[in-house]
Structure formats: C-alpha cells, structure tokens
T-cell receptor, first 115, second 112 residues
C-alpha cells in the first residue's frame, strides 16, 4: 500500500503564475488535509476535504487559494497569481476517517518557490 | 482542540531515554492525545496516541497522568535519527471541524 503521494516534490513559479499541487491519498482514505509550513515555522492547517466536499477551510487565505478532492483522482491545491510569500512547503495528509479518531498519514510535501 | 503546551527544545544523549512532556490541562473526556514528529524537511510522522491508559508501540511509550492533564512521550533508547520536532495534539472529537492544530512542538536534539 503506497503512502500519500504528493507531486511535484519541488515547484518553481514566477510571480503571477498559477501553482497546482497534487495529493493522492492512501488507498481507502477519503479524508484529506492540507497544511502549509513557512521556513522555520510550524505546520499551519489550511483545509480539510472529504471526497467532493470541503469540510473545513478555515485556514485557507480568502483569495487566490482553492482546493478540491474530486470523486476520481487526486486532491488539488491551487494557488492563483502566486506571490513571493506563497513560497513554502505544502503537506498533504490522509486518513480513513476523521484524523481526530485515528492517525493521519502525511506525504513528503511539495516545496513551492516563487521567484 | 485542547490547548497543548510543550517545551520549545530538549536534548538527549544517544542511547538514553528521551522524555518529552506535554501539558493539556483543558482536555475533555473524549479527546485523545496524539504525538507526531517531523524530521527536518520531511512530512510529519505519526508516533502514538492514547486516551487514558498508557500505550506502547514499536516506536515509543505514552504515559498519561490519571487526571489526563499531561502526558509524556518516551523514546526508550534515543538515536541520532530521532532528532526531530515532536508535536503533541489533542483534537476535539466532538468538533465538526477537521483541523489538527500542531503548535510549535518540541525540538529534540539527540547528541552522540
């Protein structure tokens, strides 16, 4: 059973471009979480999705950021018109049920660099 | 989520036990205590969780006080590869919100 797969591992975008980060959860997991980690800082919750539904997006910036988890395919975190401050590591996690009731499994992250 | 408090840093000699404390004085009866760790630049890794009984697995032991207001993660024989940031989390199982609040954690440094 492959772990949580994130791609790309590294992504470089120029200011104003779009960044699309993909996350394939573990097999059988329908709950997905996205976190952002700025350099030398802790993990900040962004959004929690459960197949086709956004359950909690309280950590998502109001503009430019969106997330989806379609019925088929990976979860996508999309950042439009990227700015330098978006440079960070973005981690995805998945779990079979809500992660307050079981452990969550994390991917290795996508390192986004905005130049 | 119950608020958790951890020391910002600790160190430990290789081969010795590392005991990482966590205070969660506002924890409610249905909230588990989870421990994760993040080795530099990698994705966080689940270690162990418990409700009120002590727990042990192949990675660590978790000791939870009887009043559940604090816990200690024990790495019985720390190695250099255990150097990481360790996070103690107590998610609110009664909440409809999904976020796990990681806080700043404890930077454990294991020295040779």
């Amino acid at each position: 059973n492959a772990g949580v797969m994130q791609n790309p591992r590294h992504l470089v975008r120029r200011r104003g471009q779009e960044a699309r980060l993909r996350c394939s959860p573990m097999k059988g997991h329908s709950h997905v979480y996205w976190y952002r980690q700025l350099p030398e800082e802790g993990l900040k919750f962004m959004v929690y999705l459960q197949k086709e539904n956004i359950i909690d997006e309280s950590g998502m910036p109001k503009e430019r950021f969106s997330a989806e988890f379609p019925k088929e395919g990976p979860s996508i975190l999309r950042i439009q018109q990227v700015v330098r401050g978006d440079s960070a590591a973005y981690f995805c996690a998945s779990s079979p049920v809500w992660a307050g009731n079981t452990e969550a499994f994390f991917g290795q992250g996508t390192r986004l660099t905005v130049v | 989520d119950a608020k958790t408090t951890q020391p910002p840093s600790m160190d430990c000699a290789e081969g010795r036990a590392a005991n990482l404390p966590c205070n969660h004085s506002t924890i409610s009866g249905n909230e588990y205590v989870y421990w994760y760790r993040q080795i530099h630049s990698q994705g966080p890794q689940y270690i162990i969780h418990g409700l009120k009984n002590n727990e042990t697995n192949e990675m660590a032991s978790l000791i939870i006080t009887e009043d559940r207001k604090s816990s200690t993660l024990i790495l019985p024989h720390a190695t250099l590869r255990d150097t990481a940031v360790y996070y103690c989390i107590a998610p609110d199982r009664g909440s409809t919100l999904g976020r796990l609040y990681f806080g700043r954690g404890t930077q454990l440094t294991v020295w040779p």
